[in-house]
């Protein structure tokens, strides 16, 4: 079974620096896709950014990136220029694709409330 | 504008109650999903159905109930057989799972 960790329940930054949030996942397959999503107080799940597997550059959108090492299982947040409009929770997600009925649901972890101070 | 709408907000069940969430999408989906988020927990699979007329169990299925008999509704059913039903409870939708899925604003349901 496929299991996604983050072992940072919370972490704090100040607005403008940088900050990083980990994520390792657990799986023997080789094909499947990643996700950060954000929750911010009003609860709404808004999808951050995606990182295929087969794809070895590093997914970027805007201030957001990730460091994806597929040989360590690890998927990694980074956050530049933090805002006050970052502060949320932010769940790493994982998905095997190409299974049909079986497969093709998305494995959430627990989750990391990140403060932006300001 | 396309989106899914979850509805009540809030809801309060009495303990023995059966109570349905509604989960509406007007995106052309396939496929959807419930998730229940407790705190510190994530968020965990109860009910997916990726096709009209047919759905599978997620990893705690126990006590809920799910029907999709229109492509753009799937309503989620917690029965009284569910013994913690206190949670919020988020519904997705996909067409290309890839690109990750659209999710509702969610039902807080409290047992009181």
């Known amino acids: 079974a496929q299991t996604v960790t983050q072992s940072q329940p919370e972490m704090s930054v100040q607005e403008a620096e940088t900050v990083t949030l980990s994520c390792t996942y657990d799986?023997?397959?080789?094909?499947?896709?990643l996700f950060w999503y954000k929750q911010p107080p009003s609860r709404q799940m808004i999808l951050v950014i995606r990182?295929?597997?087969?794809?070895?550059q590093n997914a970027t959108e805007n201030r957001f990136s990730v460091n994806f090492q597929k040989a360590a299982k690890s998927f990694s947040l980074k956050i530049s220029d933090s805002q006050l409009g970052d502060t949320a929770m932010y769940f790493c997600a994982f998905m095997l694709f190409g299974r049909g009925n079986q497969g093709e649901k998305l494995i959430f972890g627990q989750g990391t409330e990140l403060s932006v101070k300001p | 504008d396309g989106g899914i709408t979850q509805s009540p907000k809030y809801l309060f069940r009495k303990e023995g109650q059966n109570v349905t969430l509604s989960c509406e999408q007007n995106?052309?989906?396939?496929?959807m999903y419930w998730y229940r988020q407790d705190p510190g927990q994530g968020l965990r699979l109860i009910y997916y159905?990726?096709?009209?007329?047919?759905?599978q169990k997620g990893d705690i299925a126990e006590g809920y109930s799910v029907s999709r008999e229109k492509k753009e509704s799937f309503p989620l059913t917690v029965t009284s057989a569910q013994k913690n039903p206190t949670a919020f409870y988020l519904c997705?939708?996909?067409?290309?799972?890839?690109?990750?899925?659209?999710f509702g604003s969610g039902t807080r349901l409290t047992v009181v």
């Open positions: 995106l052309n989906h396939d496929a």
């Open positions: 990182q295929e597997a087969y794809k070895q």
């Open positions: 159905s990726q096709i009209v007329n047919d759905f």
């Open positions: 799986t023997s397959e080789n094909n499947y896709y």
């Open positions: 997705a939708s996909s067409t290309d799972r890839g690109l990750g899925y659209t």
